[in-house]
């Protein structure tokens, strides 16, 4: 076995991974949030990240097996988050640490963006096998199911669903809450008569199956967004906004709509820091949701071009580009080593 001990060490960050030189050099503060303004606002305060951990890897490279062994322990909060380039000392503490990682590791060309952004530092984008093994269910809810939200909450776009279950009456929507959902959410989905709560569950497909369209009307950056691949690996149309990695996380298949991103933040009365929503235009969600709902040749193209490419793009995932990434470090270490000591 090969043990890359140099490189074991790794903070999860914002969906990226910094594969770091050394294990002990992260301090436990708090950063801006990647999911924040893609540019700086007047006036504008960083969010708390909602996602409160962070994990220290220990990898191991097996060659023979093809595998990578490693165990996790939660180490520090807010895993949505880099620093900016703020004048910060900590941030510029920050900012030296993650320069002498040997690399980092991030889940889009979105995040990619955004760490050179903010930081003026290089990544590597490698996608996680992270959808379970196969074969997937096909499911083919045009007669049935719901338009359905994950996790319906200011940051994911409950505004623009609330929306649409207005504009729609007709139109059986579910909603599952998860972490973001506040009192305030759960009573405003609880008010609409056409609005089932839907229990969240680890099978899939105890979701997807009740699900005829699954809709992901996030207005802040996500860092990629993998329930958009999970519903299309079942055959479930998705329509999606257009920030952060969610045009990615599509595959090039229909549908993604523009939406106003959130552009700042502010405390609210409890002194937690909330983002500001901006006012949406609903109208091509209406059109676009109420199309693929009633028109069964559209709804079944998407469903099948929406499954084979989630198959195609989940194929080509695996530990192998992992393993030569992680090579690929140690190598260069070695050769920056031999050119010191030359």
Not at 43 to 53: H, I, Q
Not at 113 to 125: A, E, H, K
Request: proline share 7%.
């Amino acid at each position: 076995m090969h043990t890359l001990r140099p490189f074991a060490a790794a903070i999860l960050l914002c969906g990226a991974i910094v594969v770091a030189v050394t294990a002990r050099q992260q301090p436990p503060v708090e950063q801006p949030s990647a999911g924040g303004p893609t540019s700086p606002a007047p006036g504008a305060t960083d969010a708390e990240s909602p996602r409160n951990a962070n994990y220290e890897i220990d990898a191991r490279l097996d060659e023979a097996a093809k595998t990578i062994h490693g165990k996790e322990t939660i180490r520090w909060r807010n895993i949505t988050n880099l620093p900016t380039k703020s004048a910060s000392p900590v941030e510029d503490q920050i900012r030296v640490l993650l320069g002498k990682a040997a690399g980092i590791i991030t889940i889009s060309d979105y995040m990619r963006d955004y760490i050179q952004r903010w930081s003026g530092l290089d990544s590597t984008v490698l996608h996680f096998p992270s959808y379970g093994n196969g074969p997937y269910t096909h499911f083919n809810n045009f007669d049935s199911g719901y338009v359905t939200m994950v996790n319906p909450c200011s940051y994911k776009g409950i505004s623009i669903f609330l929306s649409l279950a207005e504009k729609l009456p007709f139109v059986k929507f579910a909603a599952i809450p998860f972490w973001g959902t506040s009192e305030k959410d759960h009573a405003a989905l609880k008010r609409l008569p056409n609005m089932t709560l839907l229990q969240p569950s680890p099978n899939l497909d105890d979701v997807f199956g009740q699900t005829k369209i699954l809709l992901v009307p996030s207005v802040w950056g996500e860092a990629y967004g993998q329930v958009v691949v999970d519903a299309m690996l079942r055959g479930i149309p998705v329509l999606a906004s257009n920030t952060g990695g969610l045009p990615e996380a599509k595959l090039g298949v229909d549908y993604v709509i523009p939406v106003n991103m959130v552009e700042r933040y502010e405390q609210n009365d409890k002194m937690q820091v909330v983002p500001v929503i901006p006012e949406q235009d609903v109208s091509v969600w209406v059109e676009t949701l109420r199309r693929v709902l009633t028109d069964r040749e559209l709804y079944e193209r998407v469903s099948l071009q929406s499954r084979e490419a989630a198959l195609s793009f989940v194929a080509s995932l695996g530990p192998i580009h992992f393993e030569q990434y992680l090579k690929g470090l140690a190598a260069r270490r070695k050769h920056a080593a031999a050119q010191s000591s030359a």
